[in-house]
């Protein structure tokens, strides 16, 4: 417990003085383009003083300096204080020139500040209204040509005539207080703030024993010490050095002083100081101390004042910014997005790989629900470069569910999406560089050869597809049909690049990466598995084939699956993808789901792509699942499952991993063969042909006619028994 009484026998010699520290000006990027916004539409050659607003934090780690923080907000005097901040009022001198910048009387300005804060104390103004204490002066000039930015701050601080003698040396709070008396402290001053109205209380009075804890504002100083035995005063200090207090004390001490030092001998003082790490929040590393004050008489006139920030060299002198390069309203836009995920990374993933998943180049194979959400949540990361592949035009039915339309897009026909989703995303974002291609999709069973002009445009638009998946890093798969995603998902195969597929059901998903192959498609599966081919051996029986293929296999059967053998989207199956439009419904032609589902699948198919990239072997890691949960994650953000499979009526999602099937219609080593050597050949006997024609390829049509026979000579034996 700390002592209300100065150690006997102590001189004032011998006792050392209180020393402060002082603010560090930290003015982002977003006030100097507000000032400039104010300087071209509002100030023009108007010099006059304009009051602006900061304010300050003391929940800062150990070693970083006492800062007063000044935003884009700073010019807005309504602006609610950021949670867990005590703002401060200040005044903005804009200067027009460099020289009027230069020859500026600093110490007129000072003084001038000074006296008013004098007047406030001896008013009894300050008590009522503490922010007082805590004013400051901006001297600036704007050189908006080239964007230097000139600047010296002020925080005035009024001074006694005799150095501040320390009774008690500053001790931590956890060294002075008990738990309980920590616990009730934290409560208390939270309580304050609730009756207060506000996150932080700058200037609080205290009074405490082993089982009593009790805050009041300053305001109530003569009712709230009616003993005057034991003074205790609160800041909340900025400040993170263990042995002195921040700069707001200095006013505070003066306000004492003159208001009530005739009664005092010894003040307690408390820096209040507020820090959450890793969730929890601890006030042990405030400091409590007490002090001497000296004697001010009443009749005093305004004291020496002190507060003019010293330059990065150590100096009296202005600093300088220059942002020339992100001033710009693009370049700021994209600064801010660059902090967000650099707070992620600094605060609580610090071997997150930012560059890998900003570079990473995404093509995005459809633009409707899922394609709009994938979007989103790509710019969300950082991802600059996105581009789209649709061919459908907006109807009135999409912006309630694809967030990057309007009702506006609908009109007239209705625009592209493709197109209207790039304007979009410049919109919300210009330093993305989106694409759109407005093309279909060849398809199997949906025939090409009707005409030479539909067989010359279905050849241009693979030969674009091709084109466009060899320039990205990643494929996302999010069209509506299964047949359209045969192609991508044969070129990505052959071109070994890392494909994310996503689709929908009323309440169920389905987000799964597909393997990626590491050897040439034309050797055989021994040799694209690194000579071990018993993990994607075919079962012993043909029936038994067919159900493995058309299941996924559950991950308590299968772990450890690598990624190169890992199974597409077709290795589920057993038959080849066809029109599925065909005779088809309303109902059935459209992506029926509860809405809430796209935005989640949407949103776990690119956190699954950064997990990805965050892995050390990329899309070739092994396959994590449900089984996984519980163990030391592979990557800083987690698993790195094959397959989300998700179900919205039970709110569950499972991570199941699947083998590469031998006999896929689109991954297998056969058709991959194929469509490498024979190019558009191949793919229009694909497109023209009924699904017989990769059934046949691939051996599924040999699988179907062996597991029947399989199943009939089991009847037979049934019977004979």
């Not at 709230?224 to 900025?238: A, C, M, Q, S």
């Amino acid at each position: 417990m700390a002592s209300g009484s100065s150690e006997a026998g102590s001189s004032d010699a011998e006792q050392p003085k209180l020393q402060f520290a002082p603010f560090c000006s930290a003015l982002e990027a977003g006030f100097w383009h507000q000032l400039t916004q104010k300087k071209l539409n509002d100030y023009r050659l108007d010099e006059s003083p304009k009051c602006i607003k900061a304010y300050y934090y003391n929940g800062d780690a150990v070693g970083l300096p006492t800062r007063l923080t000044l935003e884009f907000s700073a010019f807005d005097a309504d602006v609610r204080t950021p949670a867990r901040c005590c703002p401060a009022v200040g005044i903005l001198y804009n200067t027009n020139t460099l020289d009027a910048f230069k020859t500026a009387d600093k110490k007129a300005l000072l003084e001038k500040e000074a006296k008013e804060m004098w007047d406030a104390v001896q008013s009894g103004a300050a008590l009522k209204d503490t922010s007082i204490l805590s004013t400051f002066i901006l001297l600036t000039f704007a050189d908006l040509k080239k964007y230097h930015f000139y600047y010296w701050f002020c925080f005035p601080a009024l001074c006694f005539s005799e150095g501040i003698r320390i009774v008690q040396p500053p001790s931590l709070l956890e060294k002075v207080f008990s738990a309980k008396q920590v616990t009730a402290l934290l409560e208390a001053y939270d309580g304050l703030c609730s009756q207060s109205g506000v996150t932080a209380v700058p200037y609080f009075l205290m009074k405490y024993a082993e089982d009593h804890m009790e805050l009041a504002p300053l305001g109530d100083w003569d009712t709230f010490f009616t003993d005057n035995k034991k003074v205790t005063v609160g800041i909340y200090d900025p400040c993170t050095l263990s042995q002195h207090p921040g700069w707001p004390l200095r006013n505070l001490l003066i306000l004492i002083a003159y208001t009530w030092g005739s009664k005092l001998d010894v003040v307690e003082v408390l820096c209040f100081r507020d820090r959450t790490l890793q969730g929890s929040r601890s006030i042990l590393h405030s400091i409590l101390f007490q002090v001497k004050l000296p004697q001010i008489s009443l009749n005093t006139e305004c004291p020496k004042s002190v507060g003019w920030e010293k330059n990065p060299k150590g100096a009296m002198g202005p600093r300088m910014v220059n942002l020339s390069e992100c001033m710009d309203p693009k370049r700021l836009a994209e600064s801010s997005v660059d902090l967000n995920l650099k707070l992620m990374r600094w605060r609580l993933v610090p071997s997150l790989d930012l560059d890998r998943v900003v570079r990473t180049k995404c093509l995005l194979l459809g633009a409707g629900t899922l394609g709009c959400n994938v979007a989103r949540t790509l710019m969300g990361w950082g991802v600059r470069q996105i581009t789209f592949v649709d061919n459908a035009k907006i109807s009135y039915s999409n912006p309630v569910r694809q967030p990057l339309y309007e009702f506006e897009d609908c009109l007239n026909g209705g625009k592209s999406k493709a197109m209207a989703a790039v304007d979009r995303l410049g919109k919300i974002f210009p330093g993305v560089n989106a694409k759109g291609y407005e093309f279909s999709i060849p398809m199997p069973g949906h025939p090409v050869n009707f005409s030479e002009a539909t067989l010359s445009q279905a050849q241009k638009d693979v030969e674009q597809l091709e084109t466009l998946v060899s320039e990205h890093d990643v494929v996302f798969l999010l069209m509506d049909t299964r047949e359209s995603r045969w192609l991508p998902t044969v070129i990505a195969a052959s071109k070994r690049k890392l494909v994310i597929n996503s689709a929908l059901g009323f309440d169920t998903f389905v987000v799964m990466r597909h393997g990626l192959k590491k050897a040439l498609a034309n050797q055989n599966l021994s040799s694209v598995d690194g000579g071990d081919s018993s993990a994607s051996s075919s079962p012993s029986t043909p029936a038994a084939a067919a159900s493995a293929s058309a299941a996924v296999v559950p991950s308590s059967l299968f772990s450890n699956i690598p990624g190169h053998k890992l199974g597409c989207y077709f290795c589920n199956d057993v038959v080849a993808p066809g029109d599925s439009t065909r005779d088809r419904t309303l109902d059935q032609q459209c992506t029926v789901s509860r809405p809430g589902l796209a935005m989640i699948a949407g949103a776990l198919a690119v956190e699954m792509m950064v997990s990805i990239l965050q892995h050390s072997e990329g899309g070739y890691a092994v396959a994590s699942s449900s089984d996984d949960r519980m163990n030391e994650p592979p990557t800083s953000l987690g698993l790195v499952p094959h397959q989300i499979r998700g179900f919205l009526s039970r709110f569950d999602n499972v991570l199941p991993a699947s083998l590469a099937f031998d006999k896929c219609t689109a991954c297998s080593d056969i058709v991959l063969e194929y469509y490498e050597r024979e190019g558009f050949h191949f793919l229009s006997q694909v497109f023209n042909s009924t699904h017989t024609f990769l059934e046949d390829l691939t051996g599924l049509t040999l699988l179907h006619q062996e597991t029947q026979a399989a199943e009939i000579w089991d009847m037979s034996d049934d019977e004979s028994i």
